[in-house]
C-alpha cells in the first residue's frame, strides 16, 4: 500500500487587530498534526488599507513558504456591533486574495460550525474550543495566543468536516 502524499490545511481566523493563522498536515487522517501556527499584528495605528495590506502580503508569505493545499476561513457572523463585523469582513477579504493569489481553494465556516465539529458543542466557549482542540490534536498544551489556536481549530474543522482525498475544491453553489 502506497503512503499518501501529506496535505497541509491553512487555517486562518482573519481580524484587523490580529489573525491567526494555523496550519495542518494530514495524510488523510484525523485529526492531523499541527505543523505550525502563528499571528499576524499589523499596526493599530495604520490607516485601515495600509493593516489590510500588512495581513496580505505577510499571509502571502505564510503561503509561499507552507504551500498548502486548501484554506479554510472563520467566516464573519452579523453581531451587535455592524463596524466590527465590517473590519472582520475586510481582514477575511485580505486572506481570501492572498489564497486567490496562490490558486487555492477557500473554504468558510462559522464560528459556531467550527465549535460544533472540533468540540462537539456549538455554543462552547474559547477556553472549551482551545481544551477540546488540544484532545483532537494531541498535544500537550493549547496552543497561543488565542487566535492561532482559533486558526487551528478553523483547520481542523475543515478536516473534520470535508476531508482531504480528492475534494479539495468548494463545491459549486447553485443558483
Partial sequence: MTARPLVRILGIDPGLRVTGWGLLETAGDLPGSPAHWGVIKPPTDAPIEQRLLVIQRQLDVILARHQPAVVALERPFLRNNVRSALALGQAQAAAMLAAAAHGLPVFEYAPRQVKQAV????????????????????LDQIPTPDDASDALAIAACHLLLEGVGDRLTPPLALT
Fill in 119 to 138: 468540540s462537539g458543542d456549538g455554543n462552547a466557549d474559547k477556553s472549551a474550543l482551545a481544551r477540546a482542540l488540544t484532545v483532537q490534536l494531541g
